[in-house]
Each structure stands twice: as C-alpha cells, then as structure tokens.
C-alpha cells in the first residue's frame, strides 16, 4: 500500500510538472499572466516590463501587460474592485476602467468613463464595479478611460463563456491558451505623446510579447494546437492606434463572432481588425506538423515582419521548438464586413429605408492641425462628469456640458447615424458604449443591409469620403460614449455623448453606490503633483516640434 501511495504521489508530482512545461510552452496571454473571476481586486500599478526587449515603466493591471484574463460564465454577477496603487510621477497617478462591450444596462455609473459616468479613482483609493452583464456573452475586454492611460499599459481581456454557445459543435478548445491579444507598444509615456500631433508605435505585441525595429530578438509568444483539433480563437485588438492585418500562414480561418455577437459562420484567410474590435475564428488545425507564423501587421507606417516583428508562432504538438519558415501568401478571401451576417434575430430596428429611423442624425468629422470636431464641436471632457450633470437635474443639451458635444435621444426609439469620415487618419474605429448596434451600411459599401447586417460595437468610419451607418434603440437610459478608439484622436476631440433620455436615468439605474459620490470630491481635491505627468509638455518639447497648443 504504501508503494502505491509513493508511486501515486510520484505521478502527481511528474504530472504537475508536466503541466507546468505546458504552460510555460504555451504563453496562453504570456508567461506572468493569471485568470481572475468575476469578483476579483484589480490592482492597478506602476511595474518596469520590457515586453519587445525595451524596458520601461508602465500602468498596469495586475501586474502584467496584458492584465489578467477576467473570465466569468454568462449570467454572473461582477464585482470587481478596481485598487489604485499608481506611484510613478512621469504618468497619470489616477485611473478608472471601462469594461469594453458590457452594455451597462441599468448599471450606467460602472460604464468606466472618466468625465461622462464618473470622476477618476484617485491614488490610494479604489472603487468597486459592481455591475450584470446580463445575456451577453463572448469576447470583451477592459482598459483605462482616462485620458491616454491606456496606452501606458492599462488593458486586459474580459471574455464571457456561455455554456450552451449554439456554435460549440464548431471548435474543440476555447480557453485562456485561445484567447490572442494584438496590441501596440510605445517607448515613451503617452502624457508625453498626447502632446505630439502624429505619433506611432514602436512595436506590435501579440499576447503581450514583440520585438522592435533594431532591437534584440526576444522572446515571441507561442499558440500551441494539436494536429486535428478545432481552435476557437479569440482575438481581442486592444490598441491604441493602428489596426491590424490578421492571418496564420497556411490556415484558413472561420469567423463566428464580432464583438460579443455572435455571426453567420464566414471563412476568410484573413481579416482587418481595428482598435476595440474581437472576432472569434475557428481555426482548424489540418496543416502538417510544423511551426507557422501567426501574422498581425499594424497599419503603423514603417512596421513590418523582419526579424520576427508583428508576429507569434502556432506550433503544432510534436514540432520542433524552432522559428516558422512560412511565407506569408497572398490574401484571396479576405474578410468584407458586409459578408458578416448576425446568428441571432438578425434585422435592424425600425422601418427598412433610409433616414426612415424615428431619430435620424448626421455627424460630419473634421481635423484642423490634430484637432478633431464633429459637427464643429471638438469634445473637451466637462469638470463635472454628465452622469452627474444629470442626476442634478441637467436634462436638455443646452444645459449638459460640453456644449455642442451632448445628443439628448427620446426613449425608445430608433436611432439611426450617418458619419462621414475625415480627411485624415482613417478608417477611424467608432465605438458606442451601452449597446451592440447593427451596421445597415459599412463604410465603402454602396449598399445597405437592414435584413440581416453584423451586429457589433466597433466599426470602420471609412476613409475619406465614405460614411458608414448604424441603428440602435435608445433602450438604456443614461449618458454613454460614442468616440474614435483611436486614444491619441478621442484625446483630441473625437467624441461626442449621446444622453439617452435624461429624465428617466435616475429611475433606471436605481441606487448609486456612496463610493461613487466620494469620487469627485477625493478627485477634485488633488494637486497637480498628485494628478501627475507634470512636466509632459516639456518633454515632449524635446522630442518634436509638432505639438499641441499646450493647454
């Protein structure tokens, strides 16, 4: 008996082992990383990390770039404790969190936004997010909305797994080891870059790990797959800036969801996934046992594969641990956003005709030296957040702040919007918190689709020239976003709050946490030391000549 207990304890000790071989082998976001639940502290700190080779301070949570995994079935209550421990004087010292595609409903004050639903958590101080995400399910993800913040670092991956997903007899594996994240890396602050009209990354990390122009060849992330198994992938581009050209050598890829809605099955070879955007794909390992690169090219001018650079490896089970030797083909069935169609009850709101929506609006954006405005309004975030502006008694756009930046909508009704795109610096990814919308019109399609249009919560604004348009139904009270997630163009005024009726938002939401009162007051009180990145301006001053007005 108590050789059979030896040799059991032996097993259980190789196999630990084995698994943690793994792990280590296998990088699900990368080797620091760890899964929170849905009721969790999310500590927010200042930590060095040299993810591409380049060390430097960065604001992160958890710890680790990307933060950890917060993973929850469909239908759990979050709570998750946002814990201020920023120290570092070069960046911002206060923070708050969006969780990026959680409608909110009912719950607008935990939406994360600095200056629309709350003020900043101040350093050394927290505040619990306590909100339902309610029947949404699959991929999302959260980041800092203050400021530039998170492009210092503060992002991770929120995906919500419904067990009866009616599209699970397609994959095999859907864990933290398929879940990729396409994120843009910068060597400078970014209170420093925020003054510097154009600025562009200096790597591309793929589940938190790259390499830079002239760098050294560090250490790549890897997707390990196994010889006839089917992989769904959840690709998550928290980026700041640049889109990303996605693709597997050798591998065809079927796409089932666009952010968190899930879609008619549509195989593609790659796909264009721009800032805030997810897309699930099944990836079917039938390609012969070997290594491939796992390609992400970033819109960013001057950033490329050499060296490795952009890219991961999808390593088959029984490959040697050794670079791909792939080539990148050419692309024949590249994803077309008019190609996605919504899996469940598909169909835009309202009539289906143009302009026939009971609101319908129009938002022309424009750029002058950096500076975006939409319909002549640049978005400069108010002192009082308009959550607050409301809940006082502020019900009209003429009283909400900033003027010309806040559409008051009816309840329940139709919204349908027409953007047409700038001059510069497209396709400009348009997100609106509080709902998934349906896109009758993708920019650059001549046609529209109110029958059976992708739903989402991100879309291309197009080029110049081109407009997109989408419906909605102002079904959820309260002020919510509606801004370029591209951070360096949100932070030069491309935004605007679309206040859906006012009247109702206090009976909708119902109690508000105390803790959420406390935070303007603890935030107007700081000083500018405390506020921190004091000396940006001058900084920047010496990296370029092509600054904002230093306001």
């Not at 492009?151 to 990729?180: A, Q, W």
Request: proline share 6%; hydrophobic share 40%.
């Amino acid at each position: 008996m108590l050789l059979l207990n030896v040799v059991f304890m032996l097993w259980l000790h190789l196999a630990h082992a084995a698994s943690i071989i793994s792990r280590s082998n296998s990088y699900p976001l990368n080797s620091r990383s760890n899964t929170l639940g849905s009721k969790a502290n999310l500590i927010i700190s200042n930590e060095i990390v040299s993810p591409d080779g380049f060390a430097r301070s960065a604001t992160l949570a958890g710890g680790t770039f990307p933060g950890p995994i917060i993973a929850a079935k469909k239908g759990e209550q979050f709570a998750i404790n946002v814990v201020n421990k920023l120290t570092d004087d070069e960046m911002f010292k206060s923070t708050s969190v969006h969780w990026h595609g959680i409608n909110q409903n009912g719950s607008n004050y935990a939406d994360g936004v600095s200056f629309v639903t709350q003020c900043p958590i101040a350093q050394n101080h927290s505040f619990l997010y306590s909100f339902n995400a309610q029947n949404q399910a699959g991929t999302f993800w959260y980041h800092s909305h203050y400021s530039v913040q998170q492009c210092d670092g503060l992002r991770g991956p929120l995906i919500i797994y419904d067990p009866k997903d009616p599209l699970s007899y397609l994959y095999d594996v859907d864990d933290e080891s398929t879940v990729i994240t396409l994120a843009d890396w910068y060597h400078v602050v970014a209170p420093v870059l925020s003054h510097i009209i154009g600025t562009n990354a200096n790597s591309s990390l793929i589940n938190g790990l790259g390499r830079y122009q002239g760098g050294p060849s560090s250490e790549l992330a890897v997707v390990n797959v196994e010889y006839g198994k089917r992989y769904r992938l959840r690709l998550i581009a928290m980026s700041c800036d640049p889109s990303f050209a996605f693709s597997i050598d050798n591998h065809n890829l079927t796409i089932i969801e666009a952010d968190g809605e899930l879609t008619l099955p549509l195989l593609v070879d790659s796909l264009q996934i721009l800032a805030g955007q997810r897309y699930s794909v099944v990836l079917v390992a039938n390609q012969p046992v070997a290594n491939y690169w796992l390609r992400a090219l970033p819109s960013t001018p001057g950033l490329n594969f050499n060296n490795g650079q952009s890219s991961a490896i999808l390593r088959y089970k029984g490959a040697p641990v050794a670079d791909p030797t792939t080539k990148l083909g050419n692309s024949t069935m590249p994803l077309i956003e008019s190609n996605l169609h919504a899996l469940i009850n598909p169909g835009a709101p309202g009539i289906p005709e143009y302009g026939k929506a009971d609101i319908n609006l129009r938002m022309v954006v424009n750029s002058t030296r950096g500076v975006y405005s939409i319909n002549n309004a640049s978005y400069v975030p108010p002192t009082v957040p308009v959550l607050l502006q409301i809940l006082s008694g502020a019900q009209q756009a003429t009283d909400l702040l900033p003027k010309g930046s806040v559409y008051v909508l009816g309840a329940n009704k139709v919204v349908e919007l027409t953007m047409l795109a700038p001059s510069i610096g497209g396709p400009h990814p348009i997100h609106l918190h509080g709902h998934s919308f349906d896109v009758v019109q993708s920019a650059g399609n001549s046609s529209f689709n109110y029958v059976n249009p992708v739903r989402r919560d991100v879309v291309s604004g197009g080029l110049q020239n081109q407009q997109m348009v989408i419906r909605w139904v102002t079904d959820n009270s309260g002020p919510w976003f509606l801004h370029c997630h591209i951070d360096w163009h949100l932070d030069a005024g491309f935004a605007v709050v679309m206040a859906e009726s006012p009247s109702d938002t206090q009976k909708h939401i119902g109690h508000i946490p105390n803790a959420w009162n406390e935070l303007c007051p603890t935030f107007d009180s700081l000083t500018p030391a405390q506020i921190g990145a004091q000396n940006s301006y001058q900084e920047a001053q010496n990296i370029s000549t092509v600054l904002f007005p230093n306001t």
